[in-house]
């Protein structure tokens, strides 16, 4: 499953700025839409050296969709080592896609923040850094630096950061797979506002969760209401996002069509794309190219979405469902190839979980690259391989069914960072076997029947080996 398209996390930043002789208004650095204003503030900035225009610049580039021109006017000002301009480049960095780049630019400005009284610009550093640590699978450091900025500033934070606080750590827990710990911070986010209601982004948020639960007819109802409310105030970043995460619900009902107007729609928003963003509309539309039959149409896409250097939590993902349309194709050596890099991808991700001691549960159909593999290694009369897959790919299902059932013991974040000697051990058991050999007792005797979307299989095991046959059962 994906997570909610990335461009909900474009947050308008409304931190106070200080002035180094300069009025807004005297500079010609307000009114008009945000690209002219952009434009009056940069040439401001680069005529008196002034940073605090560079930041109002850099922010109606933001919104513009103008990333390289925010990176470029706040570029004189990196060497000040001043907060704001750091995490701001790190913000732009994200866009851009050189996530690396941003991860550690943010852990500069994180560690600098340390000193800086100004609450509100701590809390929106905090959120954004928070961010980009759980799009590279870093929740549990997420999770800690939301709890702490929540722990640390209790009653102090202006409304609008306690609320991008707690919508992200619930989308952290999200991420985590603690689906009910993230339910929990909601319903707390809920009980803080009151009558007041959701913003577009905690709307995405609550619509993330239904879609994870497969509960998509809530989940495109949620989506209308973040659409509509993303509208009423003007925010076409938001509007997007919808957009993005309906094609999103779409593609699981099939439904290709709905799946081809909402494509449609999402280019118009095309002025506002970071790289993410048109990699993960390029996965969309591939799956459904697929699901229509236009397989090397699929394949350019999904090789497109691949080439667009996804965040690690999502290139898997791509390869999985790339590895499917190969394999339609009748590319069989090709596809095999690329379910193996799904799942060491995959499994990478688990291993860099359960090394926090969390739950062991990264995001999307987990299955798919495993069955795609065992299907490879079953037609090829890889026997051996086949059986390697399925023991792999039970190992890896019961240690999430643990971490599932231990999901359910409480709902608080301390629940959630506390649940992790059992999933961490079985883990580690699920790494120890072999990558391409089973590690079965030769004199071991067993039949294992295993279906997939198109065929299902028997697997025999004895002293003389082991054999796989297609059997005449249903698929799935």
């Given at each position: 499953?994906?997570?909610?398209?990335?461009?909900?996390?474009?947050?308008?930043v409304a931190?106070?700025?200080?002035?180094?002789?300069?009025t807004?208004?005297?500079?010609?650095?307000?009114?008009?839409?945000?690209?002219?204003?952009?434009?009056?503030?940069?040439?401001?900035?680069?005529?008196?050296?002034?940073?605090?225009?560079?930041?109002?610049?850099?922010?109606?580039?933001?919104?513009?969709?103008?990333?390289?021109?925010?990176?470029?006017?706040?570029?004189?000002?990196?060497?000040?080592?001043?907060?704001?301009?750091?995490?701001?480049?790190?913000?732009?960095?994200?866009?851009?896609?050189?996530?690396d780049?941003?991860?550690?630019?943010?852990?500069?400005?994180?560690?600098?923040?340390?000193?800086?009284?100004?609450?509100?610009?701590?809390?929106?550093?905090?959120t954004?850094?928070?961010?980009e640590?759980?799009?590279?699978?870093?929740?549990?450091?997420?999770?800690?630096?939301?709890?702490?900025?929540?722990?640390?500033?209790a009653?102090?934070?202006?409304?609008?950061?306690?609320r991008?606080?707690?919508?992200?750590?619930?989308?952290?827990?999200?991420?985590?797979?603690?689906?009910?710990a993230?339910?929990?911070e909601?319903?707390?986010?809920?009980?803080?506002?009151?009558a007041?209601?959701?913003?577009?982004?905690?709307?995405?948020?609550?619509?993330?969760l239904?879609?994870?639960?497969?509960?998509?007819?809530?989940a495109?109802?949620?989506?209308?209401?973040?659409?509509?409310?993303a509208r009423?105030?003007?925010i076409?970043?938001?509007?997007?996002?919808?957009?993005?995460?309906?094609?999103?619900?779409?593609?699981?009902e099939?439904?290709?069509?709905q799946?081809h107007?909402?494509?449609?729609?999402?280019?118009?928003?095309g002025?506002?794309?970071?790289?993410?963003?048109?990699?993960?509309?390029?996965?969309?539309?591939?799956?459904?190219?697929?699901?229509?039959?236009?397989?090397?149409?699929?394949?350019?896409?999904?090789?497109?979405?691949?080439?667009?250097?996804?965040?690690?939590?999502?290139?898997?993902?791509?390869?999985?469902?790339?590895?499917?349309?190969?394999?339609?194709?009748?590319?069989?050596?090709e596809?095999?190839q690329?379910?193996q890099?799904?799942?060491?991808?995959?499994?990478?991700?688990?291993?860099q979980?359960?090394?926090?001691?969390?739950?062991?549960?990264?995001?999307?159909?987990?299955?798919?690259?495993?069955?795609?593999?065992?299907?490879?290694?079953?037609?090829?009369?890889d026997?051996?391989?086949?059986?390697?897959?399925?023991?792999?790919?039970?190992?890896?299902?019961?240690?999430?069914?643990?971490?599932?059932?231990?999901?359910?013991?409480?709902?608080?974040?301390?629940?959630?960072?506390d649940?992790?000697?059992?999933?961490?051990?079985?883990?580690?058991?699920?790494?120890?076997?072999?990558?391409?050999?089973?590690?079965?007792?030769?004199?071991?005797?067993?039949v294992?029947?295993?279906?997939?979307?198109?065929?299902?299989?028997?697997?025999?095991?004895?002293?003389?080996?082991?054999?796989?046959?297609?059997?005449?059962?249903?698929?799935?």
């Amino acid at each position: 499953m994906w997570g909610t398209w990335s461009l909900l996390l474009l947050v308008a930043v409304a931190t106070a700025l200080g002035h180094d002789g300069w009025t807004p208004s005297g500079a010609g650095c307000v009114g008009g839409d945000s690209l002219q204003k952009a434009q009056r503030c940069a040439a401001v900035s680069r005529r008196l050296s002034s940073k605090e225009t560079a930041i109002r610049a850099a922010q109606a580039f933001f919104l513009s969709g103008h990333y390289a021109d925010a990176r470029d006017v706040l570029q004189p000002f990196e060497a000040s080592g001043d907060v704001e301009v750091r995490f701001k480049l790190a913000y732009v960095d994200s866009l851009l896609g050189k996530h690396d780049l941003a991860l550690a630019e943010y852990r500069q400005a994180f560690a600098a923040a340390q000193r800086v009284v100004d609450v509100s610009l701590v809390a929106k550093l905090t959120t954004r850094f928070a961010y980009e640590l759980y799009e590279a699978g870093e929740y549990a450091e997420a999770i800690g630096i939301l709890d702490a900025l929540l722990r640390a500033h209790a009653g102090a934070l202006e409304l609008v950061d306690e609320r991008d606080a707690r919508m992200r750590l619930a989308r952290a827990l999200n991420y985590l797979g603690d689906g009910p710990a993230s339910a929990g911070e909601l319903r707390r986010l809920r009980g803080i506002l009151g009558a007041e209601p959701l913003k577009a982004t905690e709307l995405l948020l609550d619509a993330q969760l239904h879609m994870d639960a497969n509960q998509l007819r809530s989940a495109k109802e949620l989506l209308q209401q973040a659409h509509a409310a993303a509208r009423r105030d003007g925010i076409r970043l938001y509007e997007a996002s919808a957009v993005m995460n309906q094609i999103e619900v779409a593609a699981k009902e099939a439904d290709w069509q709905q799946v081809h107007a909402l494509s449609t729609q999402a280019e118009g928003f095309g002025d506002v794309f970071g790289v993410d963003d048109r990699s993960v509309l390029a996965f969309l539309e591939g799956v459904a190219a697929r699901g229509e039959g236009r397989l090397e149409e699929s394949r350019h896409l999904l090789e497109q979405a691949r080439a667009l250097s996804p965040p690690p939590n999502r290139l898997w993902e791509i390869e999985s469902e790339l590895g499917r349309t190969l394999w339609a194709l009748g590319k069989a050596d090709e596809a095999r190839q690329t379910f193996q890099e799904a799942v060491s991808k995959l499994e990478a991700q688990r291993k860099q979980l359960s090394e926090t001691g969390l739950a062991d549960t990264p995001n999307g159909n987990r299955e798919a690259p495993y069955e795609g593999l065992f299907e490879a290694f079953a037609e090829a009369g890889d026997s051996e391989g086949a059986l390697s897959t399925l023991q792999r790919s039970l190992a890896r299902r019961l240690s999430e069914q643990v971490a599932e059932v231990s999901s359910s013991a409480g709902h608080e974040v301390s629940d959630a960072l506390d649940r992790s000697a059992a999933t961490k051990k079985l883990d580690e058991a699920s790494r120890a076997l072999p990558e391409r050999k089973n590690d079965t007792p030769a004199d071991a005797r067993f039949v294992a029947f295993v279906t997939t979307e198109t065929h299902s299989w028997a697997i025999l095991h004895s002293p003389h080996g082991t054999t796989t046959l297609p059997v005449e059962l249903a698929p799935k």
